[in-house]
Structures are given as structure tokens and as C-alpha cells.
């Protein structure tokens, strides 16, 4: 297992300053997360300026930093569901994908739309061909393409839904990004979780959740995480465990970078322990 840094661990830092920051607290690979409506953006797949690309190319070559993931969630701020606009937000994600070399992009399970109410059905049936024509342009592109469920506020908040979706959208080689905030949401145990969906996971985001249901860093809240590294080894795991925080409050980023700082002595500790 190799520990990585999320940006949304630094979101208050604009992206270029993010990138550099990863990379001085020595992690080698990092998630680039990039949300329309988290201000500053770290990936604007809504406005997409022709030169974006290209500062963040450079800005990760002079970190010398790995881009492993890109995440993005293409519904978030729209006022209501265009399939033309969605669809051009996940290019523009694939996009950033080959130009920062990112091996995964990873799209939401289903983001609602406040000012909509649409049936579940329906729902399911758009989130679908967002899934179908991101997995045809990841395919082409030749990255690789996973989707992070559970997750609260989605169309996949419990593990029954999450099966739900997976077979609509009856893609095998799809991944899954197991975030261990929304599993424990969820109401299923992480073994549980992992018995279920286990074999697909390709990506796991490191969150606690206190005893307020709010987030946490690792360490300070109610997940397991001895027995889930504990599990995934037993699982011959391999791929990416991220630190992905976004505690309440914490917002200056010097206190973001000691909970970086924090989250990672507790995390690696756990794992010498095992």
C-alpha cells in the first residue's frame, strides 16, 4: 500500500501552491480533486480555460510530484441536469487526466441537484450514460476509470444501492474508490463493505468520522482503522491509501498541513503495528 495526499486535504490553497506543498511534505503521489463550487478550484472541468491544462502540467513537473488520481464530481453547480454539459465536464477531466499523466479518474455515484426532484429511475438512467460516456473516453485515452461509492448524499449512500448502481451501469473493469468516512455513514462495516465490493477497489480515501457524524482526520473518530489495513492486507492490496480530510473548521492552511502532518504519523504508525 502506498500512502498519498488528496488536494482536498489543502483545499483552501489555490491549486499551483497545493501541488507544491504535497510534494514538500514528501508524499511522491498525490489525488488532484477538482469540485466547481469549492472555491479556489483545483481542476475547473465547468470553466475550462484553454490554459489550465498547461499550468498544471508545469506546476506538477516542477513539483516533481506523481498525479495519480483525478476526482471531480461534473453535476456539482448545475442548475439543473445537461447531458451536453456533463458530458463536456468529464472530457475536460479526462483531458486533465493525460496532461498531468494521471493513471485514474474518479467520478461521483449519482450528485443530486437541489433545485431538482427527479425520480430514482430516472436519476439512475443519467447517471448511467455520464458513467457510459466517461468509461468511452477513459478507454480511449487509456486511463483508467473508477467511481466512489458509497456515498453519503448520492444515489449509493447504503451498500444495497451501491449494488444497484453497479449493475446498471454493468461495466466489470470500473473501479470502485472506498472512502472510509461514507462507508461508516453507510451503516455497514468496513468488513462487510469490503466482503461486498472488495474485489473492485482500487483506490481508499483515509476520513474518520467523530462522534458529532462530522468529519475527522484519521485517528480521532469512530473508524477502525487498524482492522481495515488489517483487512485490505489480508486482501493483497496494493494500490493508493489517501489522505483525504475535510474536518470542519479547519480552514487556515497551516492548521491543514498539521492535520496532513497528524493523519500521516498516526496512519503509518497503525501500519508498523500490524
Known sequence: MRLTCS????????????????????FAAMDLVGIPTL??????????????LGRLARAVEDAQVEVATIVT???????SWDPAEVNAR???????????????????AGNPIPAEQVERKQAIARWKAMIDEAHRLTSKAGVAFAVEMPHTGTLAERFDQ???????MDHPDIGLDYDTSHVYRSGTSIEDGLRIIGDRVVKVALRDVGE????????????????????LH????????VIELETPGVINPSDQIREIGLSRTFIEATLAGL
Open 73 to 79: 464530481v461534473p453535476s456539482d453547480g448545475m442548475p
Open 7 to 26: 488536494s482536498l486535504s489543502l483545499y483552501s490553497l489555490p491549486v499551483d501552491e497545493v501541488i507544491a506543498t504535497v510534494a514538500k511534505l514528501g
Open 39 to 52: 472555491q479556489p478550484i483545483h481542476l475547473d472541468v465547468a470553466r475550462r480555460d484553454p490554459d489550465e
Open 162 to 168: 451501491v449494488e444497484e448502481l453497479l449493475d446498471a
Open 212 to 231: 458529532d457524524g462530522e468529519f475527522c482526520r484519521p485517528g480521532t473518530g469512530r473508524v477502525d482503522f487498524r482492522g481495515l489495513f488489517a483487512l
Open 234 to 241: 489480508a486482501r493483497k492490496y496494493t494500490g493508493d491509501i
Open 90 to 108: 468529464v472530457g475536460w477531466a479526462v483531458s486533465a487526466c493525460r496532461a498531468v499523466s494521471a493513471h485514474r479518474l474518479v467520478l461521483d
